[in-house]
């Protein structure tokens, strides 16, 4: 008997553009096997896969994790600045009030 086929997406954002793809992959499949089938490192070779942190839904997780159906692997780009960083710089850039 074959194994069972689940339809997950493969997700990459950059600032310009989104790419989501559609993938039906056997069920069983990890985070780092789905997104080597999608040929989404192919189509965006700037990702450093190694060093790139991934998740589902928004949440971070391993690149081992088993998926379900339904679920949405996410490829997320480095941070350019903390978020504690980017507040105290919008914060400096206020205009002051009065």
Known sequence: ???QQILIEVAYARPDKQVVLELEVQEGTRVVQAIMLSGILQQHPEIEFSQAEVGIFGQVC???KTLKTGDRVEIYRPL??????A?????????PEG
Do not use: Y
Request: charged fraction near 55%.
């Open 80 to 85: 350019i600045r903390t978020p504690k960083e």
């Open 87 to 95: 507040r105290k710089l919008r914060a400096t850039k206020q205009e």
């Open 62 to 64: 391993d690149k081992e």
């Open 1 to 3: 008997m074959g194994e």
